[in-house]
């Protein structure tokens, strides 16, 4: 295989390959880092590589597996992570000259959990400013450009995650999402991104954004591949206080099950309004996807979940408010530090009235309560996942991302599991995405489906042209 | 762009100094039309009627992180 071959490799694909012994981490890992350092300076989607550890651990790896003690699908798969994930010695920015420095002396949990099941780190991805929103010139730090077009954003905040998976410079990420950081950069970047359920993945040692909206997931070229890394990554962690205790099952048992007899909740009410902000392309190439998940078996309702109207109003609220209190006396002390995008949302995080907080909370509770109630009615529900395609860099301010809706802070709001899978492109070219979103902790369900979409539609014979 | 019940730069420059951001009238008047865009939306969260709606967000006293 050429080392291009390589890298396009699926982490399921390159897991056989390296189990049955006919594919070398070392070699893997090195065709890695050589695409990084042939493309990245384009890209932009690291902000540290680590060459010399990567290939350390492709040989223990190797070594393992040549003595038939495999860990797992991850073992000697390399991966790597948005740099908000803690990792021991490691520096992790945040993508902020305020961390610039900041060295963790320890892994979060979710990066001992990959390395614990072998998986090879590449390095840290770059990412918007503190998580929000960006991207941001002024932040000190590379901007990740979109492989499908490098004058186009890939997305935020998981920036690099999107990029990297996209281009074949790593076969996983983890991502964060607060407000779509996950699911944004996964539809911009033509990949999968998959926010689980609140609680079901640690977010202890991820430096925090929004505490009651912050979730981890992670982004990866398939659907399965996802499913491979969550079952990592997932389960109780006593270290965060949000943990859920809920069983892990097995997320790749029912992929490849018929959708026959499933319902698809779509609420055209919100999510295809008649509204100019949202691209009609978009719109177009997301209902040629839901044609054919009817085609498989599932029956399409239409639903209606009003509240849904609000979370723009609710999910700002509750954001900055939490990360002004993470980020006041940085604020106070050396605002300079920041970036101007970041500086100017947190500061109107702080400008909130307490009234403002709870009852944008409250706003949330009806969300929830609204949402299990459909989801009586239907298995799953379905959606564009942003409502344009990524803009050019120069359309790009401190208000860009507040001004257009969001189709993914719903589901940080109510918490439940969300997925984006690439359906389609507009005809200028640039990639769309469609979310499937199901009830908490059922993210079999929403995997199967976007399974079941991805199989037939196989976007993903499809990569960037660079 | 401000809306007809946006606050005034003077009431504004009260609320940042109460929360402590320490801003000079440049720092005040450029922040200002992104407080007025979220003002607006928040303004309609406060128009809904919610009863007795609980908060979404509940202390929990059970957890142990020695478990």
């Known amino acids: 295989m050429t080392a291009t071959e390589l890298c396009y490799l699926t982490i399921r694909e390159a897991s056989s390959r390296l189990q049955s012994g006919q594919l070398s981490p070392v070699d893997l890992t090195r065709a ?119 004058d186009h954003i890939p997305g935020g905040s998981s920036s690099g995650s999107g990029a990297a998976v996209a281009a074949g410079l790593c076969m996983g990420s ?53 499913a491979l890394m969550l079952q990592a990554i997932a389960g109780y962690d006593p270290k965060d206080p949000t943990s859920s205790q809920a069983p892990v099952p097995d997320y790749t048992a029912t992929l490849g099950s018929s959708i026959k007899g499933l319902t698809i909740g779509v609420p055209r009410h919100f999510f295809f309004a008649d509204d100019p902000r949202i691209d009609r392309d978009v719109l177009t190439t997301v209902d040629q996807a839901l044609q054919v998940l009817e085609e498989l078996g599932a029956r399409i309702q239409e639903v209606t979940i009003p509240t849904l109207d609000y979370c723009g109003a609710a999910q700002p609220v509750i954001m900055l408010s939490e990360a002004f209190a993470y980020h006041e006396q940085n604020l106070r002390t050396k605002p300079e530090a920041f970036g101007e995008m970041v500086r100017a949302r947190f500061r109107t995080g702080g400008l909130f009235s307490s009234s403002d907080y709870v009852q944008a909370q409250r706003v949330r509770n009806v969300l929830k309560r609204q949402c299990a109630e459909t ?48 359906c389609g492109f507009t005809p200028s070219g640039l990639p769309v995405g469609l979310q499937i979103a199901g009830k908490p902790f059922d993210e079999p369900t929403v995997l199967r489906v976007a399974y079941a979409y991805e199989q037939q539609a196989r976007w993903f014979d499809q990569r960037p042209p660079i | 762009m401000t809306t007809p019940d946006a606050i005034s730069l003077e009431q504004f420059q009260i609320l940042t100094e109460r929360a402590g951001l320490n801003l000079t009238p440049d720092e005040v008047t450029a922040l200002k039309p992104m407080y007025d865009f979220h003002a607006a939306q928040i303004r309609s969260l406060h128009e809904i009627p919610l009863d007795a709606e609980d908060l979404a967000v509940s202390f929990s006293p059970t957890w142990d992180p020695q478990a």
């Open chain 1, 32 to 150: 890695f880092l050589d695409r990084i350092e042939q493309l990245d300076g384009t890209l932009q989607s690291y902000i540290t590589v680590l060459p010399e550890r990567a290939m350390a651990a492709a040989r223990t790896a190797e070594a393992d597996l040549l003595q038939g003690h495999a860990k797992g699908p991850l073992h000697g798969i390399p991966i790597a992570l948005k740099d908000l994930y803690d990792t021991q010695g490691i520096r992790t920015t945040a993508s902020s000259r305020v961390m610039a420095d900041r060295v963790p002396t320890e892994d979060a949990t979710t990066t001992a959990r990959l390395e614990a099941a072998g998986a090879i780190l590449l390095g840290k991805l770059s990412m918007h400013e503190f998580a929000l929103g960006g991207p941001d010139p002024t932040c000190g730090f590379p901007l990740a450009r979109n492989p499908w077009n490098l």
């Open chain 1, 375 to 422: 989801l009586r009615q239907v298995d799953v529900l379905a959606s564009p996942t942003m409502s344009s395609p990524a803009p050019a860099f120069s359309e790009m301010d401190a208000m860009t991302t507040a001004r257009r809706p969001s189709f993914t802070g719903p589901y940080n709001l109510t918490g439940m599991p969300a997925i984006s899978v690439p």
């Open chain 1, 174 to 226: 983890l991502g964060s999402c607060t407000g779509g950081s996950i699911r944004g950069p996964a539809a911009y970047s033509s990949i999968v991104g998959l926010k689980a359920t609140y609680g079901r993945v640690s977010r202890y040692g991820v430096v925090p954004l929004s505490w009651s909206l912050d979730h981890c997931g992670p982004m990866t070229w398939t659907v399965e591949d996802s």
